[in-house]
Every structure is written in structure tokens, then in C-alpha cells.
């Protein structure tokens, strides 16, 4: 199955010089969503995983069904403000200023194994504040998953020590 040929890029989006990917046309298409959702399910099938974490917002479409796949429950990693009971939060950089993800503070017991999963890792900055969060809970990052790695932007140095995979890779935009 050949995913990136599911995937639209559409330039200037929703910067001049980004090359936005759009994962929508992946998503409403019955083979490409069940084949993104079994490759990662099936990859920590035998793993010892006890949550899966998504991050908003792509995040939850495939974090949910990977999960509900597992047979495993699912937490959000929410922009600031979303979540309505006590949060912790992590900042991280951005080009221009700082954003933050939150979860909340009862998401995670000590000592769970958690897989995390988002659509896109381009310079890594909001998976490793998911992977802050699961770790100020008490919880273990066993993997963090991708459809797609943006690898010119070499997210995976900002998730040293961390098994990282990723479906898809673009070497340049
Ligand atoms: P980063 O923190 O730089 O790794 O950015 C990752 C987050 O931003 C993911 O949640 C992506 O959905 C989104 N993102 C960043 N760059 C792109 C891009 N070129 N196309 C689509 N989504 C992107």
C-alpha cells in the first residue's frame, strides 16, 4: 500500500513557506486510514503498552483507533484551555514565541507504558512536550508513532532515547 500517494501536499499553507501535508485525503479513504491504523496497532501489537496518547489534533484520528484496535484506552494531549479538569502542561518552541500541550494530571497512573501517536513529526518540538507530559505523570514513553517523518527537519534529535517510527518519510519538501 503505497500511503504517500494518499497524502496532498498544498503549498503556502497556512505559511508561505511551508509545504503543508494533507492527511485528510488519507483519512477518507477506507484502505488508507485501516492500513495507517493496523501498521502501527500491529507494529506494538506484542509490546508491552498499557495507553495510547494522542496529540490534538490529527492525533486523535488515528491515536483513537489504534487504541480502540489494542484494545487499549485513549488519553488527549490538548492545546491549553481545552481540557475542563486539572491539567499539567509542557511548552515548547516554535519558530516565532512558545506553545504549550496539556493532559490531565489523573491520565496517567505511575509506571504505565504509553505509545504515542500523532500524523506528522516535522522539527519534534510537540512530541517531545507529549513524551514531558506522559514522563511528569509517572508514565514510561514506550514508542512514539507517525504517519509521517519529516526527516530533513531531523525531528527525531529532539526525541533522544526514544523508539520513534513512522510510516511514510519525505528526505525534502
Ligand atoms: P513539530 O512540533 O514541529 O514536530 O510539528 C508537529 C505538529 O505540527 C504535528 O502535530 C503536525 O500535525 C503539524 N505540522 C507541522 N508541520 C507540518 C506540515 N508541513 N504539514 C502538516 N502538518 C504539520
Same mark, same amino acid.
Given at each position: ?36 491504523? =493496523? ?117 527525531? =534529535? ?12 519525505? =528526505?525534502?519538501?
Amino acid at each position: 500500500m503505497n500511503l504517500k500517494k494518499l497524502i496532498r501536499d498544498v503549498p503556502g499553507f497556512p505559511k508561505p513557506e511551508i509545504v503543508f501535508k494533507d492527511i485528510t485525503t488519507l483519512t477518507k479513504d477506507p484502505i488508507g486510514l485501516a492500513a495507517t491504523v =493496523d501498521a502501527i496497532a500491529d507494529r506494538y501489537a506484542d509490546a508491552d503498552i498499557d495507553l495510547v496518547v494522542g496529540i490534538e489534533a490529527r492525533g486523535f484520528i488515528f491515536g483513537g483507533a489504534i487504541a480502540y484496535k489494542m484494545g487499549l484506552g485513549f488519553v488527549p494531549a490538548r492545546k491549553p484551555g481545552k481540557l475542563p479538569a486539572e491539567t499539567v502542561r509542557a511548552e515548547y518552541e516554535l519558530e516565532y514565541g512558545t506553545d504549550a500541550i496539556e493532559m490531565h494530571k489523573d491520565a496517567i497512573e505511575p509506571g504505565q507504558k504509553i505509545l504515542i501517536v500523532d500524523d506528522l513529526l516535522a522539527t519534534g518540538g510537540t512530541a517531545a512536550a507529549a513524551a514531558e507530559l506522559v514522563e511528569m505523570l509517572g508514565g514510561e514513553v514506550t514508542a512514539i508513532a507517525f504517519l509521517v517523518d519529516l526527516t530533513f527537519l531531523k525531528g527525531r =534529535d529532539k526525541l533522544p532515547g526514544y523508539e520513534v517510527f513512522s510510516l511514510v518519510d519525505y =528526505d525534502s519538501e
